[in-house]
């Protein structure tokens, strides 16, 4: 197994142990929060900061995204096993729509969003 890999973060405040992906405080007792490696984000018009999807959920996105602008095949539906479903309508675009009616990990309450990417 690999040695675990710890990266300072938020100004040696807290340690981020990558494999776990857990972020734990250096100088005060607190419970480990988690950290996802992400490359898509999502943001309601009522929220004030990008939330990271799922790791899982982040890849897929990031491979059907990949096969509709290499083929130029857009309007695609990916499915994901939670019932969510995302619709890709062009290469500047997407729209999402979240199964879950509870809360997640963030404390947002999933709604459909529609996403326009700036380039």
């Known amino acids: 197994m690999a040695?675990?890999?710890l990266v300072?973060?938020?100004?040696?405040?807290y340690d981020v142990n990558?494999?776990?992906?857990?972020?734990?405080?250096?100088?005060w007792q607190e419970s480990p929060s988690e950290v996802r490696r992400?490359?898509?984000?999502?943001?309601?018009?009522?929220d004030t900061r990008y939330v990271p999807y799922e790791e899982n959920v982040s890849t897929r996105l990031e491979e059907?995204?990949?096969?509709?602008?290499?083929t130029n095949v857009w309007h695609r539906r990916v499915?994901?096993?939670s019932g969510e479903t995302v619709v890709f309508h062009g290469p500047n675009s997407m729209?999402?729509?979240?199964?879950?009616?509870?809360?997640d990990a963030w404390g947002n309450t999933?709604?459909?969003?529609?996403?326009?990417f700036g380039i």
């Open 38 to 46: 992400c490359s898509w984000f999502y943001k309601r018009s009522s």
């Open 110 to 116: 999933p709604v459909s969003v529609y996403y326009h």
């Open 64 to 70: 059907e995204f990949k096969i509709a602008a290499t």
């Open 79 to 81: 499915e994901f096993p």
């Open 3 to 5: 040695p675990e890999t």
């Open 18 to 27: 990558i494999l776990r992906r857990q972020r734990s405080s250096v100088y």
């Open 95 to 103: 729209f999402h729509h979240p199964q879950a009616t509870s809360p």
């Open 8 to 13: 300072a973060t938020d100004g040696g405040r």
